[in-house]
């Protein structure tokens, strides 16, 4: 009998290369066109017309008032009606089940990195479209705010199939951030609060490498959104290779220092970077969002499917 040891983690999966964003048609529709089909094939048929664990079921918006019948919620009392009528009147709920949802997409230059099969960069865009098949159809709605941490773009959040093509265009084709200039998380998720949006989702797609300085902002959005966290990370951001003297380059400040990688940095490296994940990962439960990680040397689709099908397993062991 052969032992087979611990189990094998997924082989990694390339997603299409987007060239850092300089990539034209015809190749960024080919590009596009083959994302598109590698995640309809790998999640259509396990998470279609479901979706659980990615976005919430179905809201509700105030309706028309009538008047009170015990075992009314309280909380729903229309007091404005109540006063006009002398008589009690609670707001009817309506179901909203036309979901907005918003991307803030971090495409500093910490992104422009790879080491295995893909840089986490065309990772990103992979998640992004990912998250828009997910969500797409039904008159949902999705709209990106994309950082560099020189510049902001908007998509505004619209539904059908030509928008998401162009909100995942966008994405792909964001030009590099120059060098020396840093990531701004904090204001990228911040520019989701203006102006006020009904309650939808928020997915924020980063490698959360910088400071930690977006928890303010973050804990605003998901006061009154759904949020999820898609953490996106290369083997290099939590271990270094042993390979001896090397020259290494911070992506966002540009600045380059001569190192020699022996055991004992690559211990205190290993070291602080598992308590920088791990503080990420605290200020993010801290504000009542999920994460979701996803690695350039890892199975990319399958991360997603075994996130969800946890979600699920999570809800149905809520609702027993």
Request: aromatic share 4%; charged share 25%.
């Amino acid at each position: 009998m052969t032992d087979t040891g611990p189990a094998a983690k997924p082989a990694a999966i390339r997603p299409p290369s987007f060239n850092r964003g300089q990539i034209d048609d015809p190749k960024l529709s080919a590009a596009l066109r083959t994302l598109e089909l590698t995640v309809k094939r790998k999640l259509d048929g396990v998470l279609h017309g479901d979706h659980l664990g990615l976005i919430p079921g179905p809201g509700t918006e105030p309706g028309e008032s009538r008047e009170y019948q015990p075992g009314d919620d309280v909380r729903r009392m229309d007091w404005a009606v109540t006063a006009r009528t002398a008589h009690p009147h609670v707001r009817q709920m309506i179901a909203d089940r036309e979901l907005e949802t918003w991307l803030v997409v971090d495409m500093s230059a910490s992104l422009d990195f790879g080491t295995t099969v893909c840089e986490k960069r065309d990772l990103a865009v992979a998640a992004a479209a990912a998250i828009t098949y997910l969500n797409s159809g039904g008159g949902n709605r999705l709209g990106a705010i994309v950082s560099t941490g020189a510049t902001i773009t908007r998509v505004p959040a619209r539904s059908g199939r030509q928008h998401e093509q162009t909100l995942l265009r966008t994405i792909a084709t964001t030009p590099r951030a120059p060098v020396g200039v840093r990531g701004d998380l904090a204001t990228a998720i911040d520019a989701l609060r203006r102006p006020e949006r009904r309650r939808g989702m928020a997915v924020i797609i980063s490698d959360f490498l910088g400071p930690i300085n977006w928890m303010r902002p973050l804990r605003a959005i998901a006061a009154r959104h759904e949020v999820l966290a898609i953490e996106v990370l290369d083997p290099r951001d939590v271990e270094l290779p042993d390979v001896g003297d090397v020259v290494l380059q911070d992506a966002e400040s540009g600045v380059t220092r001569e190192f020699t990688i022996d055991a004992q940095l690559r211990d205190d490296f290993a070291k602080a970077a598992a308590a920088h994940r791990a503080e990420v990962a605290c200020t993010i439960r801290s504000c009542g969002a999920p994460m979701m990680t996803l690695r350039t040397d890892r199975d990319w689709i399958a991360d997603i499917v075994r996130f969800v099908e946890s979600r699920r397993r999570g809800a149905l062991a809520g609702r027993q």
